[in-house]
């Protein structure tokens, strides 16, 4: 059974650094691609960032370059995003998604949505 588990999420204040983790089960991360989404309160869902299978390759909404990262480490199948300089209008629940590649960041191309982690940056 394939389930994602977000974790890492909080309260800290702006300028701060957060890092998230997504812990995969029931399959190998080296197989397929991992998306994060965030979704502030009132707001759709917007993707963050993805790291593709295999090469490792990453994608990133243009708004977050520079200030987030992601990463993986396949031994422990786990996902990790590294959010720096954080703002207010970065809160909101955070999610992970599997896909079959990173080649964007639409929500409708991921399943097996983790139930999120909430993330508040105080001003």
């Known amino acids: 059974q394939v389930q994602l588990v977000e974790s890492g999420g909080g309260l800290v204040q702006t300028g701060g650094s957060l890092r998230l983790s997504c812990a995969a089960s029931?399959?190998?991360?080296?197989?397929?691609?991992i998306g994060w989404f965030r979704q502030a309160p009132g707001k759709e869902l917007e993707g963050v960032s993805c790291?593709?299978?295999?090469?490792?390759?990453?994608n990133y909404a243009d708004s977050l370059k520079g200030r987030f990262a992601i990463s993986r480490d396949n031994a422990k199948n786990m996902v990790y995003l590294q959010m720096n300089s954080l703002k207010p209008e970065d809160t909101g629940v955070y999610y992970c998604?599997?896909?079959?590649?990173?080649?964007?960041?639409?929500?409708?191309?991921?399943?097996?949505w983790g139930q999120g982690t909430q993330v508040t940056v105080s001003s």
């Open positions: 998604a599997v896909s079959r590649s990173c080649s964007d960041l639409r929500d409708s191309d991921y399943t097996h």
């Open positions: 029931g399959f190998s991360l080296g197989y397929l691609s």
């Open positions: 790291i593709s299978s295999g090469d490792g390759r990453t």
